[in-house]
Every structure is written in structure tokens, then in C-alpha cells.
């Protein structure tokens, strides 16, 4: 019985989240009983409150229960399929701070055209950190979520 209920509720949360990798408990009413916790427990039960009572759809359409209306409608898959298919490519750019993979990094993660040349130039300077071993699309997250100007892209990774 204890294995369908855990079914049952990771079918619900697929279903009613299928495109909130990153914000399955972001916002909603889910985020607030299960924040601080990690794991897929207690993602799963975020999402199914969220799914089950509407609130998360509620708080989005209203801007309520940590919700926003920014109309910013993100993937995370892109950048990280992206940064996985062009690792060298992107480790020689970055070692140079330009190039045409780090050019279209940029274009994927929707980096505007005024922040281009700090987002290179941030990449550049903290190249060991971004390739110091095969978790580049998280150190690259770190790195800009650091950088005031250049955090707001960090959400897209």
C-alpha cells in the first residue's frame, strides 16, 4: 500500500510540475512547509501541495505566497545540455574570456547584450573555479550567483 501512495504522489507530481526542475517548490505553499529540506521526499510533497490545493497556480497569477509575476518562463536543460556537448570549446573561450562558444553560452542563457562582456570577462577570471573538475554548469551557477550584476542568470543553469 505504502509503495502506490509513493507512486500515486510522484505521478501527481510529475504531472501537475512538468516544467519546474528548479522552481518545484520555489513559490506556493509547498515552499513554505518544506523549505530547508532537499531530497526527493520532500520536493515530491512541495509539488503535490502546490498541485493539489492550485495555490502555486493562485500565488503566480497573483504575485502571493512567494510567487512572481516577472512572465520569465525558464529552463535549465538547455544551458546544461549546452555546457555538457561543448566542454573544450568552451574551456578555450572561457581561458580567453571570448569566442563563438562562449558567445552562444551567452545566447542560451539569455544573457543580455549590456552584461556580454562581464559575463565573459567574469568566466575568464574565475576560469579555475568554473573548470576545477566535471561539475561545470553548478560551478558556473556559483560563480554568477556571486557576482551582483550577473546573478540574476544564475537561475537559468
Do not use: H
Not at 41 to 46: D, R, T, Y
Not at 72 to 95: C, E, F, Q
Amino acid at each position: 500500500m505504502k509503495k502506490i501512495v509513493i507512486a500515486a504522489l510522484v505521478t501527481l507530481a510529475a504531472s501537475s510540475s512538468m516544467a519546474a526542475q528548479n522552481n518545484i517548490g520555489s513559490c506556493g505553499w509547498g515552499s513554505k512547509l518544506f523549505e530547508g529540506k532537499s531530497g526527493v521526499v520532500p520536493q515530491v510533497l512541495a509539488v503535490t501541495t502546490n498541485g493539489t490545493s492550485g495555490n502555486q497556480t493562485f500565488g503566480i497569477s497573483f504575485g502571493t505566497s512567494g510567487c512572481t509575476q516577472d512572465g520569465v518562463v525558464s529552463s535549465s536543460w538547455k544551458t546544461a545540455m549546452y555546457i555538457d556537448g561543448n566542454r573544450v570549446a568552451l574551456a578555450r573561450d572561457a581561458a580567453a574570456g571570448q569566442g563563438e562558444s562562449l558567445s552562444v553560452l551567452a545566447d542560451v542563457m539569455g544573457v543580455k547584450e549590456a552584461d556580454r562582456a562581464l559575463f565573459a570577462s567574469t568566466i575568464k577570471a574565475n576560469f579555475a573555479t568554473v573548470f576545477a573538475n566535471d561539475q561545470i554548469a553548478a560551478n558556473l551557477k556559483a560563480v554568477l550567483a556571486a557576482n551582483e550584476q550577473l546573478a540574476g542568470y544564475a537561475a537559468v543553469i
